[in-house]
């Protein structure tokens, strides 16, 4: 190429550090890349958005790979306000950076999660919105119809990738993402012999993975939902298991099976009767006996962690957590479910206006930059999946609330768990 045409041109690219400040601001790190929080220069034509923040992705390794080509592709077809923005791509000719810039999250359900897990842990009461769990179910149901109707798969729902924006002009909408993780390693037909054993969680998988099903399907992602929305309720992982060090390309994971089996019940052949017909039918068969599991029930499971079996929210979380790939719900039909026509109905804040009692993203220290031990805490180790890693990083405050509350958000506030209201109002299982 000529010589002067290519110093022109690159004269004239803007570079990311030119326009976005995020020096230190590293946020998040994985084998995806890193990520940053970054605010437009001052004095750039940016600068209109001063006030807005966002994230900057620099995806891992050099040049527009495959994985860089598909994320790039894919995001910029999709426009949905429950599914990450992907705003401008920026290419770093110098070092053969890709960099992408996103709208910055505050939060994300792995961290809200965990944040509850603690409160009840030391019996701290937390005050959130009545209606938190049925309004983040309800906006991840609209983000994965959106994808399905457009024929994408996300194959890794979990709730670390579940993004909710705090202040700002999209407070409180969450937002499905995709840290980028399962492209190494859910692929059921790719061969994980060759890699190095990586801590995976299953805890989300469906049991038709798990069985061997060759392909992924829209039920898949379902299940994936239904896991969180128990997850949402009780603040427990509902098919919490030892994690695995992966090493065969075996998609049979007896041990999360066994769970899952010990939380639903050992699955009817007339309630799921094509699962003959999995490749792993055979193995299950031979592994597991039928009578261990009788007087296991998702009714049972959830009873012990106070939502009862006659509330709607157990009846959908039922319907999405069904068995059979075939007769799982839809994300249509689940967000026609009566659950979300029964007060309190789903607001796109899904703090209700209230305050945001979760602590703002950590930034990582230049020691986390480095970090690539793999601590394998139940929490997440630095290389597990189902949550960001384990992070030294300073700690900033938590986010300032939108002030003092008026009546109608006090009306709409409680010391409550995240999503089930028994009519007194008490939710002491899970957070009071
Ligand atoms: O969500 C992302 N990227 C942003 C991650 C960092 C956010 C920090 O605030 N990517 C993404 N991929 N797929 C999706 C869905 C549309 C399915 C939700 C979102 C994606 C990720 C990696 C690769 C290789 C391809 C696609």
């Known amino acids: 190429m000529d010589y002067d045409y290519k110093l022109k041109c690159s004269n004239k690219r803007v570079k990311v550090e030119d326009v976005y400040e995020f020096e230190g601001c590293k946020v998040g790190r994985g084998t995806y890349g890193h990520v940053y929080k970054a605010k437009p220069k001052a004095g750039t034509e940016e600068k209109d958005d001063e006030a807005k923040e ?113 202040e700002g002009p999209e407070r409180g909408r969450a937002k499905v993402a995709d840290m980028g993780f399962a492209r190494l390693f859910n692929n059921p037909l790719k061969s994980l012999a060759d890699m190095d054993p990586v801590v995976v969680t299953f805890w989300y998988r469906a049991p038709e993975l798990l069985l061997g099903a060759r392909h992924y399907t829209k039920a898949i992602d379902i299940w ?59 193995a299950l068969q031979k592994d597991f006996t039928k009578n261990n599991y009788v007087g296991s029930s998702l009714g049972k499971y959830m009873d012990k962690h106070k939502i009862k079996s006659d509330t709607k929210a157990f009846q959908l979380l039922q319907r999405l957590l069904t068995m059979d790939p075939n007769k799982r719900l839809t994300s249509s039909k689940a967000m026609e479910d009566p659950y979300f026509q029964e007060d309190p109905k789903p607001c796109a804040d899904v703090f209700e206006g209230g305050p945001i009692p979760y602590p703002r993203r950590e930034f990582l220290s230049d020691e986390d930059n480095e970090d690539k031990s793999s601590s394998k805490s139940a929490t997440g180790g630095a290389n597990s999946t189902h949550g960001p890693p384990v992070k030294r990083g300073r700690v900033v405050p938590p986010s300032t609330s939108s002030g003092t509350m008026n009546n109608y958000q006090k009306h709409h506030h409680q010391m409550t768990s995240m999503g089930m209201h028994s009519k007194s109002g008490s939710n002491q299982y899970t957070f009071n």
Not at 70 to 94: C, D, G, Q, W, Y
Not at 225 to 247: N, V
Not at 251 to 278: A, T
Request: hydrophobic share 40%.
């Open 54 to 166: 966002y994230a900057l992705k620099l995806i891992e390794g050099a040049g527009i790979s495959m994985s860089a080509c598909r994320e790039i592709a894919l995001l910029r077809e999709l426009k949905h306000p429950n599914v990450i923005t992907l705003n401008k791509v920026f290419l770093s000719h110098a070092d053969r950076k890709v960099w992408l810039l996103l709208n910055f999250s505050e939060h994300d359900l792995w961290h809200i999660i965990k944040f509850h897990r603690n409160a009840k842990a030391t019996s701290k009461p937390v005050d959130v919105a009545k209606g938190m769990v049925k309004s983040l179910l309800y906006q991840i149901l609209d983000g994965i119809h959106y994808l399905h109707a457009n024929w994408v798969l996300h194959r890794d729902l979990k709730p670390a990738n579940i993004l909710v924006m705090g």
């Open 224 to 282: 994936a939902i239904g896991c969180i929305f128990a997850e949402l309720l009780t603040s427990e992982p509902i098919f919490h298991c030892r994690q695995e060090d992966i090493k065969t390309s075996n998609p049979y994971h007896h041990d999360q099976l066994d769970r899952i089996f010990n939380v639903m019940g050992y699955p009817q052949e007339r309630d799921w009767e094509d699962i003959r017909k999995m490749p792993e039918f055979q």
